[in-house]
């Protein structure tokens, strides 16, 4: 059983260090391209045609922004591809194209084929990166677990979950489930996962001292859990990072799936062009070549990622943090504040801010108002213009200081604001002894 002592879990400002290591490489702009041109394809069928109720619902999947979760979108990527390649199964072909033997239908039950091999290998690369991923973290866990009883109970029990979790999902395949069926119960299972890890490190009282003592669980694994995916939390920072390619590319095979499902049901009417299928070979190639690179870049990553740092260097990171300015833009017509509850008088509010100036000057408006308990306000410090302004205020009333920074009077310009504030609590000298000579 590894040590925990002196360990921290993870933080957003240790992950955002860390990151910086591993610059997401960039898209192919064919992605970009070639999304457009599928769903232009796509659009072009309805034309003639208006969409049943089950070509409706994946329309509207496809008109939605993907979800900003990078796990989720995983999933998200796994069940479209095994949608596109139950449509490009034999027996799922529209039926003139199974029973033609021209040699354009020929040459496209090729060109599927090849479609669909290329679907297969990336979707069991996403299942290996999927199963690899979620064992590290099991088995990193695992190593701050004692290496007796209790260690092999909590393998027990996971290993009977899971098989719990996957008999509900053969039951709903057994009995007729749609791979949409399967996907949304998955998704389900992760998210009852989440949630368990979530209730376990948030237990309180007796309940969270039997599991740190008596199952043995360590209290930073505990909290580590409880932390993990909180909205703010580390993983926000990975959503932020490695977020937005991995969304282009849930909407390209969303795009994908959607044209073929529609091409299959007008097909007597609409045979696929020799255009529409280069197009589509096209994007198929770019996005299985580009998802699977960003199944190998996000690896690399993960593998690398530490679960718990020093307290020392977290520290250190929430220190430089503190320290950092803060940019954050106001559009035309807008106003941005923040605010302390101050408990104690003597306290000091600080500020430092500068407008970001572009080819023309620009200043901001700037005041500071106090508000009692009873919510009446009282203006600290008048509303004036400013370029860049520095100062500082002491308090002599407990209650909220709003700091406002006013854009509401420029009608066209936003304003980049750099900014640094602090609310310093009073500095209480120690009482020097009585029978000290002063």
Not at 3 to 11: D, F, Q, R
Not at 362 to 370: A, N, P, Q
Not at 411 to 433: A, G
Request: one cysteine or more; a negative charge; proline letters at 5%.
């Amino acid at each position: 059983m590894a040590s925990t002592e002196g360990l921290v879990p993870i933080t957003r400002n240790f992950l955002a260090s860390y990151y910086d290591k591993y610059p997401a490489p960039p898209l192919s702009d064919d992605v970009s391209r070639l999304s457009s041109q599928i769903r232009s394809l796509a659009n072009d069928l309805l034309l003639d045609s208006p969409p049943s109720q089950e070509e409706s619902l994946l329309i509207e999947e496809a008109d939605r922004q993907p979800p900003h979760k990078i796990d989720e979108n995983m999933w998200k990527n796994r069940e479209h591809m095994e949608e596109i390649i139950f449509l490009l199964e034999r027996s799922h072909w529209p039926a003139t194209l199974q029973q033609s033997s021209a040699p354009e239908d020929v040459e496209l039950a090729n060109v599927l084929g090849r479609l669909s091999e290329k679907f297969e290998k990336t979707l069991n690369t996403l299942k290996s990166f999927q199963a690899v991923n979620s064992d590290r973290i099991f088995n990193t866990v695992m190593t701050y677990m004692p290496q007796d009883f209790r260690g092999a109970l909590i393998r027990q029990q996971r290993e009977r979950s899971e098989r719990n979790k996957q008999a509900e999902v053969d039951a709903l395949v057994n009995s007729g489930g749609s791979i949409r069926d399967r996907y949304s119960l998955m998704w389900k299972q992760q998210m009852d996962r989440r949630r368990q890890l979530a209730q376990l490190g948030s237990a309180t009282g007796v309940y969270k001292t039997l599991v740190k003592y008596l199952v043995g669980v360590p209290q930073v694994l505990l909290d580590f859990v409880r932390q993990i995916n909180d909205d703010d939390g580390p993983m926000e920072e990975q959503r932020h990072r490695y977020g937005p390619p991995l969304y282009s590319l849930t909407a390209m095979v969303i795009f994908i799936r959607l044209f073929l499902f529609l091409s299959w049901g007008r097909f007597d009417a609409n045979k696929l062009k020799r255009h529409q299928v280069a197009i589509l070979e096209q994007a198929v190639d770019v996005y299985t070549s580009e998802f699977e690179s960003f199944i190998k870049f996000i690896s690399g990553v993960f593998a690398n990622s530490p679960f718990f740092i020093s307290a020392e260097a977290a520290g250190a990171l929430e220190t430089r943090k503190n320290d950092e300015y803060k940019e954050i833009t106001i559009p035309a017509g807008k106003n941005f504040e923040v605010s302390f509850s101050v408990d104690s008088v003597n306290s000091y509010i600080a500020w430092d801010f500068s407008v970001v100036q572009g080819k023309i000057s620009t200043d901001i408006g700037f005041s500071l108002e106090y508000t009692n308990e009873s919510g009446e306000k009282t203006l600290i410090l008048p509303y004036r213009r400013h370029e860049s302004d520095q100062g500082n205020f002491c308090t002599v009333l407990v209650g909220n200081y709003k700091l406002l920074w006013d854009n509401t009077y420029s009608t066209f310009f936003k304003k980049v604001l750099r900014y640094r504030v602090d609310c310093i609590p009073p500095v209480v000298e120690p009482m020097q002894p009585t029978n000290e000579v002063e």
